[in-house]
């Protein structure tokens, strides 16, 4: 069974940075592309950015209201997909979702809680 | 961007009874490997959204079979043949065929 456990969410003032980790379990952690689906309080998700899989690179894709001040990235030694957020603004206030793609299907984690305020 | 667009906003149904919402996409969601990547998710308060549907009409394992998608193109419907109290929430259409983007969402409430 496909499991995904997010960790790394927190608060931070503006201007600063933050790390979310996303740890895979359940499968072959480099078949398959994996995205960041973010969504802010009472409204429905945005995307914020996708890693391919090994055979395609794990080249990266980003949202145009992320690129530039996030990083999308694996860690194989832990089969953990990994967000870096730098220059943060209050309107990233959100909960992060790693989602990862099985045959066309995506499989949520559970979502770290990620507050930019003064 | 390929933007969804779903309808109604929201939708109050009896228990047992029939529910449908709509989603139609800014462009052809038929992707270059003949896949067309729309998929509807439901979300309850507090958890993560949860795909029921796949690749237009396929229920994913485990989702019951009063739920049904259809439609080819930009235009693509989820139907709930007998609402019951557990379907509550909100339900989004997602495609994939490029990066990915949602529907704004249909609220499902009960009468």
């Known amino acids: 069974e496909v499991h995904l456990g997010a960790s790394g969410g927190g608060w931070v003032q503006p201007g600063g940075s933050l790390r979310l980790s996303c740890g895979a379990s359940g499968l072959i952690f480099s078949d398959h592309d994996m995205d960041w689906v973010r969504q802010a309080p009472g409204k429905g998700p945005e995307w914020v950015g996708r890693?391919?899989?090994?055979?395609?690179?794990?080249?990266?894709q980003y949202a145009a209201s992320v690129k530039g001040r996030f990083s999308i990235s694996r860690d194989e030694s832990t089969n953990s997909l990994l967000l870096q957020m730098h220059s943060l603004k209050i309107e990233d206030t959100a909960v992060y979702y790693c989602?990862?793609?099985?045959?066309?299907?995506?499989?949520w984690g559970q979502g770290s809680l990620v507050t930019v305020s003064s | 961007d390929i933007v969804m667009t779903q309808t109604p906003l929201s939708s109050r149904v009896t228990l047992g009874q029939p529910a449908s919402m709509s989603c139609r996409s800014s462009q052809s969601l038929v992707g270059g490997d003949g896949d067309t990547y729309l998929s509807w998710v439901h979300q309850r308060p507090g958890q993560p959204p949860r795909v029921l549907i796949y690749?237009?009409?396929n229920r994913l394992s485990g989702v019951p079979d009063r739920f049904s998608g259809s439609g080819a193109g930009t235009d693509f419907t989820l139907k709930i043949s007998r609402v019951e109290a557990e379907d509550v929430g909100i339900y989004y259409c997602m495609q994939a065929t490029e990066s990915l983007s949602f529907g704004g969402g249909t609220r499902v409430e009960i009468k």
């Open positions: 690749k237009v009409s």
């Open positions: 989602v990862v793609w099985i045959a066309g299907v995506a499989f």
């Open positions: 890693t391919r899989n090994k055979p395609h690179s794990y080249t990266t």
